[in-house]
């Protein structure tokens, strides 16, 4: 059974910083990430990592803020979040294929078959 379960949201003031956390299980994933969703926007990718080499690829809007990091051996996935802003306030989804997803489509919602349900950040 497929499950990625998300963790570590929390509230916290704007330069802040948070370390998300998502447990895969079920399957060998080739190609991990974060996306989040915003109240009454559309669901945006933040960052994906490979397994097998290739990437990282980082969103513009969180280059040199986030880091996405994996522990194969653990199965975790995880997102490291730093200089946190109010934009940054959003549902955050752990995103996983079992095909490798390759740039230009590291950051479309339709290249990730397996999704968690959320774990919410909340920036002021």
């Known amino acids: 059974d497929v499950q990625l379960v998300e963790s570590g949201g929390d509230s916290v003031e704007a330069g802040g910083s948070l370390r998300l956390s998502c447990a895969t299980s079920?399957?060998?994933?080739?190609?991990v990430g974060w996306f989040r969703q915003a109240p009454g926007k559309e669901r945006e990718g933040v960052a994906t990592?490979?397994?097998?080499?290739?990437?990282?690829y980082y969103a513009d809007s969180v280059k040199g803020r986030f880091t996405i990091s994996q522990d194969n051996a653990e199965n975790m996935v995880y997102l490291h979040m730093s200089s946190l802003k109010s934009e940054d306030t959003a549902m955050y989804y752990c995103?996983?294929?079992?095909?490798?997803?390759?740039?230009?489509?590291?950051?479309?919602?339709?290249?990730?078959?397996?999704w968690g349900r959320g774990t919410q950040v909340t920036v002021s």
């Open positions: 995103a996983a294929s079992s095909i490798l997803v390759h740039s230009p489509n590291v950051f479309r919602v339709a290249s990730f078959k397996y």
């Open positions: 990592i490979n397994k097998r080499g290739g990437g990282p």
């Open positions: 079920g399957w060998p994933f080739l190609t």
